[in-house]
């Protein structure tokens, strides 16, 4: 298991698009992926449960991967964050 704290910089926060760009990312991981803010937990998986977490700019979450591909999976998700989901 690999946990990884990131700061969300996107002034709009995880709203619509980002929150499926981000689900899109971690679809592409075999392992399970969860995103942990404000005492919350969603799937990293599941669009609703990122999008019912109301992630806002400047806040810090948690990402917890565990399995077979979960340091490129915390890798990959956390340069997503932290580009403000800009990357392809």
């Not at 298991?1 to 499926?20: K, L, N, Y």
């Not at 998986?45 to 977490?53: C, L, N, P, V, Y």
């Not at 948690?62 to 989901?85: M, P, R, V, Y």
């Amino acid at each position: 298991m690999i946990q990884s704290e990131v700061v969300i910089s996107d002034p709009t926060g995880i709203h619509a698009r980002p929150a499926a760009m981000f689900v899109q990312a971690a679809k592409g991981f075999k392992s399970r992926i969860t995103v942990r803010h404000d005492g919350k937990e969603a799937d990293a998986k599941s669009i609703m449960s990122i999008m019912a977490m109301g992630i806002k700019n400047e806040c810090t979450i948690s990402l917890i991967a565990e399995g077979a591909d979960e340091t490129e999976a915390i890798q990959k998700l956390k340069s997503l964050i932290e580009s403000n989901f800009t990357e392809g």
